[in-house]
Structures are given as structure tokens and as C-alpha cells.
């Protein structure tokens, strides 16, 4: 008895069946241990065990069962191990040798149903082969079955697995059509960070929402990465743009050379438009180097909001370096720096960022003005949810009168039994109206309950200014600052802030935005900050 491992029963044998699914010629896993089994039954083998792996290509051997067959083979549960054909073992040359080696090793001999390997020197020579053909079988339908997907990518067909998010399959035109429900988390995703904002405050707002990624997962990094990476967004078709596997079938997702690659303009419909695309691939690489550098966290408090007045573009973070090693933090205009083409300057962050801060602080954060801000809203509360009323009773009167006129025509219908083209014609525009009647009667009500400036609303605002005058929590004044400004705006000489409250006009009692502006000279003269120390040498 061997001291590595101990045989309780002699001509004891394993079964091994495989199925890939590849070809439909292939025998079933079924068909393949009833071969097998009648095998081991003219040659006085017992059956202790049957292994079969279904799906699963013969070209690795990261196959469950196929495994399990392998590490029972050192335990002495069997002697032989019997397959229907040698490839069901393995298509891969040096799988093959390696496994067989294993077994070997084990005390364990492979046995072939319909090839004979009787271990004689004729034998070996069949059985390399056999091997060489399995190989290359194999690799040959890889090769037609991509020759066939890649004409299928000339025509800019879908080539199976799901759909970027955004996207479903068309089933008879089996092209990329728009899901717009999930086209609208993809804009989102992509302009919030064009406009500076990271990873983590987008997948907080994302899986707080209830939002999911195509695979119905909430949202990581890693597919936010993947997804503002895809070209395919911006209307181009991709297809055999990466190698799947390396030559020794480890996953490795590599490029391909460019001559195999398909990309077709246009092949797609496109829910990104190419500037956004290269911005935000722009800030993908900055944040990268960022990162690289090792350069402590700096906290842009006014990331997304600063708006270039001059081309109208987004101003993103960017940091500078002089000659003595200070760093120095600005927003700067995307199209100057992506284009070229604005010629805008840059402005530093702590200059801009202190400006704000005071300027919120004297427009909405004071007695004055919170007071002022209340009784002008107040009034225009009473004002318009009284207008709002008058015009609900209009269009509810308009909505009874189109209902009657409804009715009277079904009537018609009903008793001469008849249906003109012109009298469906009317139904069909008045059933439009009255639809048009109840979205209009369902946005002003909605509206009337938002016209209210709560005790609740009015004790947040005061917190916040607390929050503001200390600037202990740099993320926390970041968010209210989002709560309170839509866009800061920087021109050649001057800069703007527009608020998200609106006070009601005095002429027309419209509600227009609160903004606020000021010379870009006086601002940096006002805000100036103290001159850095140079760093010891």
C-alpha cells in the first residue's frame, strides 16, 4: 500500500462528461455517461462517482466539477477516470498535459470511450494527435464564431449580454435603442461630474434615490468609473475592442491592435453629446494625477456652481506650483483649457470662495434681510396661490365643458351606431385638451403647496448662517452653499451670483432670481490673499 494514499476498492472508476454548448452536435451530458457507463461495465469497472460540468468550455480548466474530479484523484477514491472523448477532458494542449500529469501522479489513468490508449508507444502518438486536433477545433470555431460577430458589428447589431445602462435591445432590429427613464441617470451622472463633483457624493445621491445600475445593483465606484469611460454614450459602436483572455486564457481586458477594433460613428443613438464626454474624461485624467501626486485633499467649495461668463462653459479645480513649491488652487475655464479657445482668466479658489462667503452672509444671511426676505415672499404667497385659485376654477370649468361635449358625441355614436373619421378626429382633440387641462390643473396645485415659508424652514436658515460664520465643517459649507446658489458666474470684469430664492418683481409681480454682482478688480483687491512664505530649500 502506497504511504501517499490508500485504495479500498480495485477498478473503481470516475466518470467525467462535459458539455459546452458551443455546438449543437456535441452528445449531451446524458448521452456521454451512459457511453461511459456502459465502458466500465464490459471492462469490469465500478462506477464510484460522475462528474459533469454543463456550459463550460474545454479551453481552460477553471471548471467546478472538473476540479473537484482533480482533487478527489489524490484521495484514492478511484483508479480510472473515464471520459466519452479525450477533448472532454480537455481542448487546451497544455491543460491537458498538466491535468493528466496530476492523475498520474495520483495513481489515476485516463480512459477514453472511443479512442482505444492503451499506453503503447502507437498510443501516445494517437493521443497527441488527438490532442492537436481537439486544439485546434477549438480555436478554429472561436475564430468563425467571431468572424460571424464582427459582421454583425459592421451592421451595428447588438452581440448579446446587456446593454450599457440607458440603452435596451430593439428585439426585431437588434440595435441599441434609447431607455430614456435610465438615459436620465446617465446625463445626470455625466454633467454632475463635468461640474467637479466626485464619485462618492454622486453614488450617495444615486442609491439614495432609489436608483440602480443596469444589473439592478445600487451604484460603487467602479461602475461609475466604467460608465463615464464609455464612449458609447456619445452615438459610437464599439465591438472586439479588448483581448477577453491572455494566450494562457487569464482574463486581461487589454486593447486590441486598432485594425481589430470596430468603432462606427453614429452606429448608436447618442445620450451624450462629445464636449460633455472629453470634459469629463479631462477631469478623469486631472483627478488621476491629483491622486498620484499624493497632494493633500483640497475642499473646492464652490464645485459645480462657478460658470465661465464669457463662453458659458464650466470652470473646473486646477492647482499650480510655483518655483518654490507652493501650490496654488484656481477655478479655471474648461473650453480654455480643453479648446483653447475662451480667453477668460483663472481665478484663485480662496479668493472666490471668500467672496461668496461674505456675499451670502450680507445678501440672504443678516436680520435685515431674512425678515425682508420673509414679508416679500409671504406677500407674494397670499398674492399668487389667490391668482393660482381663479385660474383652477377656469380650467375646471373648461374641463366640465369638454367633458359634456364628450358625452353629447358618445351619444350620437351610441344611437346612429356610426363612427365618422371627422367625429373621431373631434374626440381624439378634445380628449388632448382635456389631458392638457389636467397637467395644467396638477402644476398649479402643486405649486400652491410649495408656496410656503414654514417657522421650520426659516430656523434652518438662521443654522445655517451660524454654520457659515464659524467654517468649522468645510464638506458641510460646501452643501449649504449648493442649498442657496445656483451659479457663480466670472466675466472678464465682473462677477455674479445668481440665488436660488426669487423675490416677486415690482411691476409685474413675477418672480425673478436674486442675484448679485460686482467688479472682478475690487473683488481680488478685497479678498486678496497673505503672501505664501517660501519653503526652506
Known sequence: MSAKRARIIS???????????????????????????????????????????????????????????????ATGKFEYVIVHKLDRFSRDRYDSVVYKRKLKTNGVTLRSVLENLDGSPESLILESLLEAMAAYYSQNLARESLKGLKENGYKCLHNGGIPPLGYDVDKETRKLVINEEEAMIVRYIFSSYADGIGYDRIIRYLNANGYHSKRGKPFGKNSLRDLLRNIRYTGVYTYNMVQVKDPVGVRNN??????????????????????????????????????????SKVVYLLSGLVRCGECGA????????????????????STKDYKKCCDNKSIRRDVIDEFVLAQLLKDLFNKDSIENLRINLINYQQRRQASIKTIVDELKS???????????????ISENGIMLDTVNHEIKTLEEQRQAIEHEIEGLTKEAALLTLSEKKMNQIKEHEQEVRKRTDLKRLQQI???????????????????????PDDTTDELKPMTTCKNLDEVKKEFKPPRKPRKAV
Not at 486646477?318 to 513649491?325: A, E, M, N
Not at 442657496?484 to 462677477?495: A, C, N, P, R, S
Open 11 to 73: 477498478n473503481t472508476a470516475a466518470i467525467y462528461a462535459r458539455y459546452s454548448s458551443t455546438n449543437q452536435r456535441e452528445e449531451s451530458i446524458e448521452a456521454q455517461v451512459r457511453a461511459c457507463q456502459d465502458y466500465a461495465k464490459r471492462n469490469g469497472l465500478v462506477i464510484v462517482e460522475t462528474y459533469a460540468d454543463s456550459a463550460k468550455t474545454g479551453t481552460n480548466a477553471e471548471r467546478e466539477e472538473f476540479q473537484r474530479m482533480i482533487a478527489d484523484s
Open 254 to 295: 487589454r486593447p486590441k491592435p486598432k485594425e481589430e477594433q470596430i468603432m462606427i460613428e453614429g452606429g448608436i443613438p447618442a445620450i451624450i453629446d462629445k464636449e460633455t464626454f472629453e470634459q469629463v474624461q479631462i477631469q478623469i485624467s486631472r483627478n488621476r494625477q491629483f491622486a498620484a501626486r499624493g497632494k
Open 314 to 333: 464650466r470652470m473646473y479645480a486646477s492647482q499650480s506650483k510655483d518655483r518654490h513649491g507652493n501650490i496654488t488652487n484656481y477655478y479655471v475655464c
Open 398 to 412: 373648461e374641463h366640465e365643458q369638454i367633458d359634456q361635449k364628450i358625452n353629447n358625441i358618445v351619444k350620437l
Open 481 to 503: 452653499l449648493s442649498y442657496y446658489i445656483e451659479h457663480v458666474t466670472v466675466f472678464h470684469d465682473k462677477i455674479e451670483i445668481e440665488y436660488k430664492f426669487a423675490l
